[in-house]
């Protein structure tokens, strides 16, 4: 009994020499005409939809680590977003110029936002995005 276990992911197949089927091809005659013999034996190749598969497994593997990526940077813009409306508000108060923080808000902005799959997130998210863009709306329409 022969036991075969499948490769491990990643693993390239190498080729193998074909025996038994290359052999009963080269076995066949017509009737009528000689035998011929190949010249030299052929190589069997892997079928290349399971070097696919492979790959496509381990691409779908990676998946949850990208999902959190997503979610870590969303929740950056998000602290980022939050605290750039805090200096702007500390700086109305103050009475004092706030070009700085008005730039550094319209280009947090101007990004878009990035989807991390979570509703309650996303939600939140496009809130403070769409406060952010206000407070630009109102600066700009005050300036002009």
């Known amino acids: 009994m022969r036991i075969t276990t499948t490769p491990p992911l990643g693993a390239v197949p190498t080729a193998q020499p074909v025996q038994r ?24 190749r892997a079928p290349a939809g399971t070097a696919g598969l492979e790959t496509l497994l381990a691409v779908q593997g990676m998946q949850p680590d990208d999902r959190r990526d997503r979610r870590r ?20 108060i103050a009475g004092e110029p706030v070009p700085v923080v008005l730039l550094r808000l319209r280009g947090l902005t ?14 939140v998210l496009a809130e403070i995005d769409l406060r952010a863009q206000v407070e630009l709306a109102k600066r700009a329409v005050q300036q002009g």
């Open 21 to 44: 089927a290359e052999r009963a091809r080269n076995a066949f005659e017509l009737p009528g005409q000689p035998r011929t013999e190949d010249a030299k034996p052929s190589v069997a």
């Open 110 to 123: 101007a990004s878009g936002l990035e989807a991390t799959g979570e509703d309650g997130l996303d939600g």
């Open 73 to 92: 940077r969303a929740l950056q813009r998000g602290r980022a977003s939050l605290d750039l409306l805090d200096e702007l508000k500390l700086a109305l």
